[in-house]
């Protein structure tokens, strides 16, 4: 549970920047708020995905494995595309058109795969730092 807590701590900062390398290989400015200095723009990133991240992809996370069917990526892939779906059903109801922002979908999709490689790695450093009885422990 403590791994899944450090995961959803860590993985919004992967994520901004991951939009940072987005927007340096695509040109456009799109993380960029005009005017808005590079810590205001991270902190209102980081307060927008933290809780989705801890309200959802935690409790996700240990629900894919209790499943554990197939590949753990695609399971969290799944997951993330559907959290997607919901929320672009949440927009519909509200009366935006279906096709308005699409990307909410790749959006979901590309967090659920950041928090699932985030956990991976936290699960490589705390075996290799603290051996396989006390990282046991931390799952």
Do not use: Q
């Not at 409790?59 to 559907?82: M, Q, T």
């Not at 922002?101 to 979901?108: A, K, Q, T, V």
């Not at 928090?115 to 006390?134: C, D, M, N, P, R």
């Amino acid at each position: 549970m403590l791994k899944r807590i450090f995961t959803s701590v860590i993985a919004p900062c992967i994520l901004y920047v991951s939009f940072l390398v987005s927007d340096i290989i695509t040109g456009s400015s799109y993380t960029y708020l005009t005017g808005t200095p590079f810590l205001i723009t991270f902190l209102i990133i980081y307060s927008y995905s933290f809780p989705f991240f801890l309200l959802l992809g935690v409790p996700a996370s240990i629900l894919i494995d209790k499943i554990d069917k197939g590949v753990r990526l695609v399971n969290y892939v799944i997951a993330g595309f559907i959290v997607g779906l919901i929320m672009k059903i949440i927009n519909v109801m509200e009366g935006n058109p279906l096709l308005y922002d699409l990307g909410i979908l790749i959006f979901c999709t590309i967090a659920s795969m950041i928090f699932y490689f985030t956990l991976k790695s936290l699960e490589f450093i705390f075996t290799k730092a603290f051996g396989k009885h006390v990282s046991k422990t931390i799952y």
